[in-house]
Structure formats: structure tokens, C-alpha cells
């Protein structure tokens, strides 16, 4: 966007650039430097030895691999639905999609409270994969929506033709073609799921139930705010979202692009 | 045959429709009905108050304080998170060397959980940080207390939420400048046109839609604000970053003041509602 030819106005730029860019990266060497202070790589040690690390993000991937499959699922035949079907009032239902998609989780707590104490499921990843997916949905499905819209109709048509009925046209048509909304939604439905914190807060109770953004927490009661094991928590944490950010990097982009541009 | 676009789509729709009634339309229309009782959660007798809820709603300081500290987080945020990452994208788009490098470190913030950032950043912003080592290594008289103190905590808060979001607004534009016909740009520096006046005139209306979706994504998220001021001050101190998620919290969990809280959500959810109509109407009528 910018163009500079003269070598001063090069260098001008780059500068500014980094200058920007530094603030970003302050916080992550506070984590870093903070969780290396008193004894250092020690720290790490410490907070391994407490056994809890390995259980609460066994937890995580559940609750995400649940939620995933949920999500999943609803949002490709919803967006199939809606997009390529016909359904009397058709608006009307995705009016009612919608509307959920601006709803604050922090409404959901009370009502759910109650009925998962009445149903049993209070204190199972369960009262956290339903409602963290139902939050999910409405803008997943809404991606779903847009993105088959834009398949042409006529190939399912020759599908059709070919003698396919229409469970065959989705997963042999629809399905294949959708990957890259499909990818995006799973990439972002991963990222809300992994650091989902508030549902798990109040409806896990057990200690072998917890998750990953839970650590802290749990550190600052075992430590008495040992500020450095706790940050060794947050690093240890942060580490294997960084990687997966790193090695699904154009997912992750997709996804948030997707996300907002609806 | 029939043609697919005259095959039923219900039964395609409903098993998503019928598990977002169950658990969101239910937790709806639960919380209406709570907001109109005076209830702890645990006595048998519930109360039924009609609209005294709302009415001392209206009277209450700390919701109105909640509704100041939105829109001023909501303000400042967007105006800043927002150039941040338009001048990023722009510069990535220009040619700059370790781009991707540069790409990563903004990009990192979106992904982090606030909870596993909110230790970082409570011990970032207290004097035995590194901000308070670096201004003593310069010999700068600046205590870093600003989490402590209800005038500043407010803004240490925005600062972790453009932390947290440029990454956000940066891909969008790096996403939307993609399209933009570089002859035009050629044509309009021939005419003597320089880089920013370039950047403000043709680069940035072109955007606009993205500008738009982000003000969309900026207000609802505004107003479901909780992770981070929890996090970090837990509305404090003496609710200086309090915001209607976190008021929520603290009537309804804390306080069992269950009607109270759930006339709050029914208010929350209206404004949430209202912003997101306000914004797509905005939207439609370019």
C-alpha cells in the first residue's frame, strides 16, 4: 500500500513497523521472564510435579473435540438446509438463529444452573460441551448458510439425476465442497472451546474435571501467589496454542476472516 | 422428479433448531420470567415483584457506571484497535522485510485465552513488573499502580483488549486491501498524490464494509465484556471497571440476587440486540 522507492524511507518504514509491532510482544516476555524468576527453569518442574497440567488439558480436548462434533454436524446440515432446500417461514427460523448469536453467555448461567442440577449432568463436561456449542451455532451456521449459497445448483441437480437421493447429494456434493468453510469453522469453534472459561468455572466442580484456563487458578491456590509457577502455568499453557496457531496458520486466518465478513 | 430446491429442508434444519430452542430460547425465556421475581435461588417462596426489578435498575448507580464504562471501553477500543490494525495491514502490504514474523506476533494475541493472559497482565501492570523496572532503569518518577487506582484501571483494561484484538482488525484489512486495484493507486500517485493522503482517500473508503463489520463485532462484544475485566480487577476497584457482564456475575453468583441479575440480562440482551440491528441497518443503507 505504501510505496517507497528511496532506500532512507525503506529503512523509515521498517522502523516504524517494529516500533508497532514491540507493545505486542511485551506481555509475552513478561510471561516468559516472569515464570523464569526465583529458580528458574525450576519453576516449570514444580508445577509439573503437581500432575494436574496432563488432566486438565486432557479435559480441554474433550470439551473442544465434543463441541467440535456438535458444532460441526448442526452447522453443515443447518447450512445445507437453509441454504439449498425448501422450508416453509425459511426466514422466520433463521431469524430465530440469529438472534441468539448476540446472546452474552453470562444470561445463559442461572437457567442452566437449574436445569442441569435437576437432569443430573451439573458437574459433567457435558453442562459445559451443550452450551458452549449452542453459543457456537448461530454464527457457524450463518457461515454454513452463505458459503453453500454460493455452490451451483446445478451440480446437484446432475447428482440427482445420476440417481442420487439427497443424503447421497450432501455427502457426496455438498460435503466435499464445503471444506474450506468447514475447516474455518472448526478452526474457530477450536479456539472458543480452548479458552472457553466462564462455563467451566461454575459448572465443573471436581478436580479431574477442570481445564486448561482454569490453571492459573488453581496455581494461585496451591502457591499463594507464587507469581513465577503460576506464569510457568500460563507459559506451559500458551505454548501448544501457539504451535498449532503456527502450524494451522492460514486455518486460523481463514477462520477469523470467515468469522466476520458475513 | 422434483427438483431439490422443492425437497423438504426441514428435517435438515430442525435437529440445530430444536437443540438452540432447548438450551438458548429455554434460558431466555427462563430469565424473563426470573427478572420479574424477587428470588435467592434456595428459598421455596418466590417472590413475584412485577417490574420492581427494572425499576430499581433505573435507580442504580452501579448500572449506570456499567453502561458508561461500555460505551467509553467501546469508543476508545474501536478507534484505536481499529488504526492500529489498518496501518499494520497497511504496512504488510507495502514492501517490508520479516513480514510474516511481524504477521505472527500481532496474530498471537486473538488466539491466547484472557484467562491464561490475565496473571501476565496483573503482574505486567503492578510495581514489581517489568514496566516499573524499565521506567526505574531510566530514572522516570512513574509508580506503576494503575490497576489499583479506579481512574486508570479502566484504560490498563482497554490496553489488554487492543492487545488482545488488533490481530483481529489487522487480518480483516490485510484481507479487504487484497482487492484493492493497484492501477487506481498507480494512477492517483502520477497525479501527485503522496502515501497517507493515498492511504485516507482511496485505501480506507474501500474498506468500509470491513470498518462496518468490525463496529458490529466491537459493540456486541462491548457488551458481553467479561473475561477480561473479571480477570484482571474483578470490576474493581470500587467498580470502576465494571461492566454489565461482570454486575451480572456479581448479583446473580455472588449475591444470589437472582431476579436482580436477571433483569440486568434481559436489559444486556435488548442492548445486544439493538446494537446488532443498528449496525446491519448501517449496513444495508450504503
Given at each position: 500500500m505504501f510505496e517507497v522507492r528511496s532506500k532512507k524511507n525503506k529503512i523509515l518504514l521498517q522502523l516504524i513497523l517494529f516500533i508497532m509491532t514491540v507493545p505486542y510482544l511485551i506481555p509475552l516476555i513478561q510471561m516468559v521472564l516472569g515464570s523464569l524468576g526465583g529458580r528458574g527453569l525450576y519453576n516449570y518442574k514444580v508445577v509439573w510435579d503437581t500432575g494436574v497440567v496432563p488432566i486438565y488439558f486432557r479435559n480441554s480436548a474433550i470439551i473442544s473435540a465434543g463441541v467440535i462434533a456438535l458444532v460441526y454436524a448442526f452447522s453443515m446440515t443447518a447450512g445445507f438446509g437453509f441454504a439449498k432446500l425448501h422450508v416453509k417461514g425459511k426466514e422466520y427460523f433463521f431469524w430465530m438463529i440469529l438472534i441468539a448469536l448476540t446472546l452474552p453467555e453470562v444470561i445463559l448461567l442461572t437457567p442452566l444452573f437449574v436445569t442441569f442440577q435437576k437432569l443430573h449432568m451439573y458437574n459433567t463436561l457435558f453442562a459445559v460441551i451443550l452450551p458452549t456449542a449452542a453459543l457456537q451455532l448461530p454464527f457457524t451456521i450463518l457461515l454454513a448458510r452463505k458459503f453453500n449459497e454460493g455452490i451451483p445448483g446445478e451440480l446437484m441437480e446432475a447428482a440427482r439425476i445420476d440417481g442420487a437421493n439427497i443424503w447421497q447429494v450432501f455427502t457426496q456434493v455438498i460435503l466435499p465442497m464445503t471444506k474450506p468453510i468447514a475447516s474455518a469453522i472448526i478452526v474457530l469453534t477450536l479456539i472458543n472451546a480452548w479458552n472457553a472459561y466462564l462455563l467451566p468455572l461454575l459448572f465443573l466442580q471436581s478436580p479431574n474435571l477442570q481445564v486448561v484456563t482454569l490453571l492459573p487458578q488453581y496455581f494461585q491456590g496451591e502457591f499463594t501467589n507464587d507469581q513465577t509457577k503460576i506464569l510457568a502455568a500460563a507459559v506451559m499453557t500458551a505454548i501448544p496454542e501457539i504451535t498449532a496457531y503456527l502450524l494451522l496458520q492460514k486455518n486460523f486466518e481463514k477462520g477469523m476472516i470467515a468469522g466476520a465478513l458475513k | 422428479m422434483k427438483s431439490s430446491t422443492y425437497i423438504s429442508g426441514l428435517p435438515w434444519i430442525l435437529p440445530a433448531l430444536l437443540f438452540l430452542v432447548v438450551i438458548v430460547y429455554y434460558s431466555i425465556i427462563s430469565t424473563f420470567n426470573l427478572s420479574t421475581l424477587d428470588w435467592n435461588g434456595l428459598d421455596p417462596i418466590r417472590t413475584s415483584v412485577g417490574m420492581k426489578n427494572f425499576a430499581k435498575m433505573l435507580k442504580d448507580r452501579v448500572f449506570w457506571l456499567c453502561l458508561k464504562n461500555t460505551v467509553i471501553y467501546f469508543g476508545i477500543t474501536f478507534v484505536v484497535q481499529n488504526t492500529l490494525g489498518f496501518l499494520f495491514a497497511a504496512i504488510l502490504h507495502s514492501q517490508v522485510k520479516l513480514s510474516t514474523l511481524h504477521k505472527c506476533i500481532i496474530f498471537i494475541p486473538t488466539i491466547l485465552a484472557p484467562a491464561t493472559m490475565a496473571p501476565v497482565f496483573r503482574l505486567l501492570f503492578s510495581p514489581q513488573g517489568m514496566l516499573q523496572s524499565v521506567f526505574n532503569s531510566l530514572h522516570?518518577?512513574?509508580?506503576?499502580d494503575w490497576l489499583a487506582n479506579p481512574n486508570s484501571a479502566l484504560f490498563v483494561l482497554m490496553a489488554v483488549a487492543i492487545w488482545e484484538f488488533t490481530g483481529m482488525s489487522f487480518i480483516l484489512y490485510y484481507a479487504a486491501m487484497s482487492q484493492v486495484d493497484k492501477q487506481i493507486l498507480e494512477a492517483a500517485r502520477i497525479d501527485g498524490a503522496g502515501n497517507i493522503r493515498t492511504l485516507i482517500t482511496m485505501v480506507l473508503p474501500h474498506c468500509k464494509g470491513t470498518t462496518v463489520s468490525l463496529a458490529m463485532l466491537g459493540i456486541i462484544g462491548a457488551l458481553k465484556t467479561f473475561d477480561i475485566p473479571y480477570l484482571i480487577t474483578t470490576g474493581g476497584p470500587n467498580h470502576a471497571t465494571e461492566f454489565l457482564g461482570t454486575y451480572i456475575y456479581r448479583q446473580g453468583i455472588r449475591q444470589s440476587h437472582l431476579g436482580y441479575a436477571a433483569a440486568l440480562s434481559v436489559t444486556l440482551l435488548v442492548l445486544a440486540i439493538g446494537g446488532a440491528l443498528a449496525s446491519n441497518y448501517s449496513k444495508k443503507g450504503d
Open positions: - | 522516570l518518577p512513574i509508580t506503576v
